[in-house]
């Protein structure tokens, strides 16, 4: 299957500060790039989908201004999460497409806010 | 009601046995139908890709799509310890508007022991 990267694979930080994390398609060109969090013990929540060249779509109930996505290039996305608290502590995946066919994931980012 | 219901487990089985594992769905338009594994704090890894009804098979693997009972099953034959982790059924409709965002079940946690 095909390559999805991750970078951090793990970061702690201060409350306040932001935090990029970057997912990476290594041997094909995504299209789309979605964005995921999960807690322990539980499904993954899709937070947004963003498409090369454009706004990112998120989902009900996350906060656009918080999560700030950029999808520059079709092999590249990046999520910051800005002004961390406590509660965004958490496993953020990524995952990439190629023109809607199988979805790979990334191997995750462990966010911890103290 | 959930459009995507997986029992959560935990499932415990001895090594070499038959896996059986479910998800029932509610949406009639999905199409596309994938098992995902995920070991402990990694990202999903894509095991199977199927559309439509039929069944497949790769290795120790097997999915089944069954459409008109809205029911889909991953078997896994001989089970290995190295076959624990959390599998997660997920699925989505056909066609370009759609995208490809994936509906998740729950998950099943999965262990084989020695």
């Known amino acids: 299957g095909a390559v999805v990267s991750q970078h951090p694979s793990w970061v702690i930080c201060k409350s306040g500060t932001s935090v990029k994390i970057e997912c990476r398609s290594l041997?094909?060109?995504?299209?789309?790039m979605f964005w995921y969090r999960q807690f322990p013990k539980q499904s993954l929540m899709l937070m947004a989908t963003?498409?090369?060249?454009?706004?990112?779509?998120?989902e009900q109930g996350v906060e656009k201004d918080k999560f700030l996505i950029n999808h520059a290039s079709l092999t590249l996305s990046t999520l910051t999460v800005t002004s961390a608290h406590p509660e965004d502590s958490s496993f953020y995946i990524c995952?990439?497409?190629?023109?809607?066919?199988?979805?790979?994931f990334g191997p995750g980012t462990r966010l911890t806010v103290l | 009601q959930k459009e995507v219901e997986q029992d959560p487990g935990p499932l415990s089985v001895p090594e070499g046995a038959i896996v059986s594992l479910n998800c029932t769905y509610s949406?009639?338009?999905?199409?596309?139908f994938m098992w995902y594994r995920q070991y402990s704090r990694k990202g999903p890894e894509l095991l199977m890709y199927t559309y439509s009804s039929g069944n497949k098979e790769d290795g120790r693997f097997t999915a089944q799509v069954d459409k008109s009972s809205k029911y889909i099953s991953l078997f896994i034959r001989d089970s290995q310890p190295s076959d624990s982790a959390t599998y997660l059924c997920?699925?989505?409709?056909?066609?370009?508007?759609?995208?490809?965002?994936?509906?998740f079940g729950e998950g099943t946690q999965l262990t084989v022991n020695p």
């Open positions: 995952s990439a497409t190629f023109h809607n066919n199988e979805q790979f």
């Open positions: 041997d094909f060109q995504a299209t789309t």
């Open positions: 949406n009639s338009a999905f199409q596309y």
């Open positions: 963003s498409n090369e060249g454009s706004k990112a779509t998120y």
């Open positions: 997920a699925m989505r409709p056909q066609g370009r508007m759609s995208g490809s965002r994936l509906t």
